[in-house]
């Protein structure tokens, strides 16, 4: 169950209200990419394998001032830093949906990715929206990765909802990843935000978006899973 420390109706307001407002929301994919004619144009050195990080604010480091600080960049900094022969590309969208992570995943791959990381479904869950419905669009999202790139390794994400939704669905949301996982043979994170989630020093003065200090440790959660995966 998702730690929270305050009020799960205040919290879930707060996610919903600063997750899906596009608009304001910071470093998002279209900010990455303003000055790019399109993702295809994105090129690296053939001897550099791509990391895609597919997800909504928590990849994209909504409320962040350095998009290098969000788990992403922090994750590249590593790699960077051991001198490993990946480049990795945020393509993150504050506010997004399943829904809308289906809707621009054909575009998206126009990159190939070596790795895909797949972080969406909490929206999702904040919305009260079907888990059933959240599991197709997931599974539609990899079966597009798979199909358009069969040898792409696929690692899923896991989110969480506060108590507020209700039992029942607390505990499908939650069966929701490791199912999928299961199911498609593919990584898992259990819980992207484990030792972050409710604690106020890791978090933003929203209480919900990790901090710089957060998305460090969001980020070694990651790569507990991602590091063996890199050869």
């Given amino acids: ?53 597919f997800g909504d604010s928590l ?4 409320g962040l001032d350095d998009p290098s600080d969000a788990f992403p960049g922090v994750i590249k900094a590593k790699i960077d830093s051991l001198k490993l022969p990946y480049a990795v ?14 809707s621009r995943i054909d575009w998206v791959l126009k990159q190939k990715p070596d790795i895909f990381l797949l972080e ?23 079966d597009k990765v798979k199909a358009k790139y069969p040898d792409a390794k696929i690692i899923l994400l896991g989110m969480q909802v506060p108590p507020s939704m209700g039992q029942q669905y607390v505990n499908d ?13 593919i990584g898992l994170v259990p819980f992207l935000l ?17 901090n710089p200090t957060g998305a460090k440790i969001v980020a070694e959660n990651v790569w507990k899973v991602l590091q063996p995966e890199l050869h």
């Fill in 1 to 53: 169950m998702y730690p929270f420390k305050k009020s799960a109706a205040i919290l879930l307001s707060l996610l919903v209200i600063s997750c899906g407002d596009k608009k304001t929301a910071k470093n998002t994919l279209a900010d990455t990419l303003a000055n790019k004619a399109d993702l295809a144009g994105q090129t690296t050195p053939t001897s550099t394998k791509t990391i895609l990080v």
């Fill in 59 to 62: 990849t994209a480091g909504y």
């Fill in 89 to 102: 590309i945020n393509s993150g969208v504050s506010g997004e949906t399943s829904a809308g992570g289906l």
């Fill in 120 to 142: 969406l479904g909490a929206n999702d869950g904040l919305r009260g929206n079907s888990v059933a419905q959240t599991i197709t669009n997931l599974q539609a999202i990899i």
């Fill in 173 to 185: 949301f939650k069966k929701m990843y490791p199912d999928l996982a299961a199911k498609n043979h």
């Fill in 194 to 210: 484990e030792n972050v989630g409710g604690i106020t020093k890791l978090n933003q003065a929203d209480g919900i978006h990790p």
